[in-house]
């Protein structure tokens, strides 16, 4: 009885958060008696007495959206919506005019959504996989959907503006300059073989020679031409160069754009704030209905996790345990670990340039042999992509990293084996192409390339590009009949310990993104010798889908190590970024460096690829000469990089002063926390102390 | 519409429609869902509204809820009798609050419920230790539960009472990647059934 005023005053004064810190005992006791989710009607942030009165003011925020948010039982909530309804005769002929119209337009948004969803590549898909193999597994196959589309798209744009103009102008149109240079070097006939056999037809169409050489698909094919009738004028050169650096700079922006949201989640989940214990306990399960030993994996998952947390805790402690004599022998391992490693990917770049040089030595081979000699450098470099990453991994077991460093050192090495071996194929390649950089040299000294070896050295760039692709998907075809579905099998009908010790296949997520991201710098790599290129890879990933798709819900079992789901997406689209930076090099300079092969392609007369721009820039009208000069002068830029600093130190302004704004925030929590525990307990002292006086009171009566 | 039994009245649809994030297709199949737990006991036709209830013991054994650790404190979370009961009312909302288009404050609301075990409105050290030992089954030694749950505690508590507010709960949840892009979590059921039911 007279603890009731003092109830009742807590509970108005911290009315936010129905219990108070201290209950006394009466009061838990209550709490318990009361179980019914009823009674829990006065939880936090659902005040019902505003949702009416927002209603009645505004008129416009239709009664679904609010009512399905709120945390009640069903009966209750028909309660409220009928109440809600029971209001709507109050307002005026106009309002409710105003209203039937927002709660049409309301349905009809929802209608269109779902029509949206419809259309969206995969959905039902991609929500199976996540639900049966959660979030990590899912972003590999989000990232795939995002690779697809972006070449489908980029493919549309390459296909309106160079390959169909080419197409439609081929016989019209006029040579843009007239052949100027010695004869030798526009020598170029890649339809010499005469009657070929059927077979043949299959080569030609895995290397990309042959019939294939001499069409639309390599650079080659396309003409120097430039149309212009009285209504249509149209630059074939101009055109095909514009495309390509403008579809590089799409796929950045569209690469930018996925950053953008993605970072905007990892920002604003703050920076060490949170840790990760209470993550992995509140919100480590990744959910699935795959059966019982699906369920046991991902209990020994979500162990796995808490174990690495502990781990590294331990590990940190031993750290700091170890003695100067320890420490400076271990960081000489590792340091030693280091080179062993690098050496080892330095071996695998040799063998690269070896099996280039010597697969190009060995081009004039028939048959099955020629075909193994042209696939030479992309089966060098997909069996050390295969390999080094595997002994990069023993490696890292002497170097007694954390775990979380080892998994980051091991993609790093990854990545840099994948990307730089690229990169050392293309050098190669170029070394051939301008004789080792020796212009003056015996083979280069006529047309400054080697006309020899490569009278038409973009299609022959655009053909190895389009054997790594094509090697690629053939090897991932090849591992799915020969590996995955037999290795299936053999576990599952054969019970020896061996069988068991090896086990079902794990879907790891980190090597197959990195294969999406090595084929895709291929792309781009080739995508300026080989036009329909994008194309072949939109076929190609979306067929890797569906049998990545189809191993995954057949050969897999759930993954006893997984990802953060968002930092690694995060992070492979940095990796992606790496990739394009990559193929840009690469492009820029073969537009600036290299002279172009006199005997074929669109640019055949030019001295580089890039001087078709100054060309077309004088045939300009005098305005828009003076308009881009002026834009591309020190008047305008000056200033246009004076103002894009000044917003950028904005940005950062604003984005640190929001940081330090969340940490006072924060703080301010705490400190408020404490203050509420302080005032109960001295409430409570004083009631208890009111209670004492009362009793002597009272038992002085 | 119309070609066989109505179960619904249009009014009843509607409410429905208004008060869950489902359509009035998904509604019908839920029904079907719901009937199949138990043919004898759910009849077909609701346009009175009957008041029937099927027990906890069947409502488990749906695919769904099979294999998640929490299904008994889910089921019990959303029955209004708080044994696990549920009246088809209940079950649309609980699904209706825990599929994929339910907003994530939602979620945190009914996370919290559902954590708290006691149902003393805070998640303490005793609702942490429950919770980690069903999401492990008893994989990890005592010592490392109880390293855990005090780690855990350390880091979500932010007033300093050693147990979980709703606040600070939010706070913890609100913050974690995965919770934000997947919502990843025990409680939460994936639906990738209940679209295709025929």
Known sequence: MSSEPQRRGSREAYDYDEGNGYPSEQHALRLRWVSSR???????????????????????????????????????????????????????SRQSWRRKRTKS??????????????????????????????????????????????????????????????????????????????????????????????????????????????????????????????????????????????????????????????????????????????????????YGCQGDRATKLKQKNVHYRLQVDLEEESRKKRAAALTLCQKIALYSLRVFMCFVAFGLIIAAFYGIFVATNFSQTKSGEEGILGLFFEYLPSIVITTGN???????????????????????????????????????????????????????????????????????????????????????????????????????????????????????????????????????????????????????????????????????????????????????????????????????AVMIYSLAEIRPSMGCGPFRFFPSMW????????????????????????????????????????????????????????AQLKLEGRDKQFLVKQIEKLSRQHQILKHTAGAYE | MGNKQTTFTEEQLEAFQDCTFFTRKEIQRLHGRYRELAPHLVPLDYTNNPDIRVPLTLIVTMPELKENPFRDRIVETFSEDGHGNLSFNDFVDMFSALCETSPRELKTIYAFRIYDFNRDNFICKEDLKMTLNKLTKGELTPEEVSLVCDKSMEEADLDGDSKLSFSDFENMVSKAPDFLRYQDSAVFIKLPLINNVP
């Open chain 1, 38 to 92: 009823a009674s829990n009607q006065s939880y936090p942030q659902h005040d019902l007495s505003s949702t009416p009165a927002e209603e009645n003011e505004e008129g416009d925020s239709g009664p679904p959206r609010d009512l399905r948010a709120i945390p009640l039982p069903m009966a209750l909530k028909r309660a409220v919506r009928q109440v809600q309804q029971m209001q709507v005769p109050v307002v005026s």
């Open chain 1, 105 to 286: 337009l309301h349905e009809l948004k929802e209608k269109a959504r779902e029509s949206l969803y419809f259309f969206t590549l995969w959905r039902k898909s991609l929500q199976k996989i996540g639900g049966n193999f959660g979030g990590g597994v899912q972003s590999y196959f989000l990232f795939l959907r995002f690779l697809v589309v972006l070449n489908f798209v980029s493919f549309l744009l390459i296909a309106g503006f160079v390959l169909i103009p080419s197409i439609v102008f081929r016989s019209a149109g006029t040579s843009l300059i007239n052949s100027t240079g010695p004869d030798e070097c526009k020598v170029y006939d890649p339809n010499s073989q005469g009657l070929v056999e059927f077979y043949k037809y299959f080569l030609d169409l895995l290397s990309g020679t042959g019939f294939m050489e001499y069409s639309y698909l390599f650079y080659g094919y396309y003409s120097n031409t430039m149309v212009e009738n009285r209504n249509v004028s149209y630059n074939i050169p101009l055109a095909y160069l514009f495309t390509a650096i403008f579809y590089f700079v799409f796929c950045l922006i569209c690469i930018i754009a996925r950053m953008g949201t993605t970072a905007r989640v990892a920002v604003a989940t703050g920076g060490s704030a949170v840790g990760n214990y209470s993550v992995i306990v509140f919100t480590g399960w990744d």
């Open chain 1, 386 to 584: 295969f390999v080094v990453p595997l002994l990069c991994d023993q490696i890292a077991l002497l170097e007694r990293y954390t775990p979380s460093t080892t998994v980051i050192v091991a993609l790093l090495r990854a990545v840099f084996l994948r990307l730089v071996s690229l990169g050392v194929l293309l050098f190669t390649l170029w070394d051939q192409i301008t004789c080792k950089g020796d212009i003056d040299s015996h083979d280069c000294k006529l047309c400054q390339y080697n006309y020899k070896v490569h009278p038409c050295w973009e299609t022959r760039v655009g053909q190895e590009m389009y054997k790594l692709t094509m090697f690629d998907l053939l090897v991932n075809i090849a591992l799915l009949v020969l590996v995955e579905f037999p290795r299936r099998m053999v576990v599952d009908n054969w019970s020896s310990k061996l069988a068991q010790w090896v086990g079902r296949q794990e879907f790891v997520v980190s090597t197959n993104v990195l294969g999406l991201v090595y084929g895709q710098t291929v792309v781009w790599t080739g995508a300026l010798f080989c036009p329909l290129l994008p194309l072949i890879n939109t076929i190609k990933f979306v067929l890797l889908f569906y049998f990545r798709k189809v191993t995954l819900f057949y050969n897999c079992r759930p993954a006893l190590k997984t990802f953060r789901s968002t930092t690694s997406t995060f992070f492979f689209l940095v990796v992606l970024t790496f990739g394009w930076c990559l193929a840009t």
């Open chain 1, 611 to 666: 001087s078709i721009v100054p060309t077309s820039f004088y045939r300009l009208s005098t305005i828009t000469q003076d308009f881009l000069f002026f834009i591309g002068s020190q008047a305008f830029s000056i200033p246009l990089f004076a103002l894009s600093c000044v917003v950028m130190c904005y940005f950062i302004a604003l984005a640190s002063v929001y940081g330090k704004s969340v940490a006072l925030l924060r």
